[in-house]
């Protein structure tokens, strides 16, 4: 019970982190390109997380043996998660954003009941999915409707939705596949790599734009870089636990939408909310506390 205390602990630690995530890259974004900042955000977060993993000749050898591994990884996890997720977020207002990342709790899951076999979906567990899905499209088609630069939205909220199923798998293969690998190690080789391929592939799309931003810029992209390296390695080792199920852990991920919005609102301007934002973070947060009912109740049936 203690250990189930500690490890909900670090993940509403790591979802809070995250969701200041979302205000701060539409600010970042005002002075640079997604795939740009991105790419820069993450290999410094890797360099963070770098001097903690003990003696490189150690982590050498475990990026050695398990090269590909850790390449498909930093591919699925930093790559395609975040090119997809700032292109979206560079279409859509910080808040909605913030509600459909939240919505990832639902496709984890999905992916979790066909993939692991351990991690199966309960009728309990599908009616908090459907009732956090009417959420989610009540928001977005509150942000859609009425607009002009609705295809724009829309494709926002396509490039979002498929970071999500891009989430799930990548949650999957690390609780699967990736137990053997230090999570510091993985966390930083992951960051290192996959910014690195980012940031290479913004050259050819984006072109290299460096204009001498404010320090605002500096400051995104410090507190930015700053919470990947912690929230990352406090996932990575979440995930490594054992006993531990996928979605049960992603699905503290609906605290996200709820600070992520009001932050977003608090600090993007032009962003406010309206009564089917609040309608749909009341819906997310309602999912989250059946959710958690839930597991109480398991954990206090016998041999639990």
């Known amino acids: 019970m203690g250990k189930f205390k500690g490890t909900v602990l670090l993940a509403i630690i790591a979802c809070l ?24 955000r993450f290999m410094i977060s890797g360099l963070m997380v770098l001097p903690l993993i003990g003696p490189l000749t150690t982590a050498f050898n475990y990026i050695r043996n398990n090269l590909r591994l850790i390449l498909l990884i930093a591919f699925l996890q930093t790559f395609v998660q975040y090119a997809l997720l700032y292109s979206g977020l560079n279409l859509i207002p910080g808040a909605l954003g ?8 639902l496709f984890i899951a999905l992916t979790a009941h066909f993939l692991m076999p351990d991690d199966k979906l309960t009728f309990a567990k599908l009616g908090i999915i ?18 002009g630069a ?48 980012l940031f ?8 290299f734009k460096f204009t001498n931003p404010p320090v605002t810029y500096y400051l995104s992209l410090g507190w930015l870089s700053l919470l990947s390296a912690t929230a990352l390695s406090i996932w990575f080792s979440l995930l490594h636990r054992k006993n531990i199920k996928v979605s049960d852990l992603n699905i503290w991920k609906f ?3 709820v600070f992520g919005a009001i932050l977003s609102w608090i600090l993007v ?11 749909g973070i009341c819906i997310t ?13 398991q954990l206090k049936e016998p041999g639990i």
Not at 98 to 105: D, N, Q, R, T, V
Not at 152 to 179: E, M, P, Q, S, W
């Open 17 to 40: 982190l995250w969701s200041s995530a979302f205000a701060v890259i539409k600010i970042g974004l005002k002075y640079t390109t997604p795939l740009q900042f991105a790419g820069i």
């Open 98 to 105: 913030a509600i459909l990342i939240g919505s990832g709790p």
């Open 130 to 147: 459907f009732l956090g899905i009417i959420g989610i499209a009540m928001v977005s088609l509150s942000h859609v409707s009425g607009k």
């Open 150 to 197: 609705g295809n724009l939205i829309l494709i926002g909220i396509l490039l979002l939705f498929l970071t999500n199923i891009n989430a799930g798998f990548t949650n999957v293969i690390i609780a699967r596949d990736a137990k053997h690998i230090p999570p510091l190690i993985l966390s930083s080789s992951a960051l290192i790599l996959g910014g690195f391929m």
């Open 200 to 207: 290479m592939s913004s050259l050819p799309i984006e072109g």
């Open 255 to 257: 605290i996200i939408p």
């Open 269 to 279: 301007p032009n962003e406010s909310p309206d009564i089917f934002s609040v309608a």
């Open 285 to 297: 947060a309602l999912a989250l506390i059946l959710f958690n009912r839930q597991n109480s109740i």
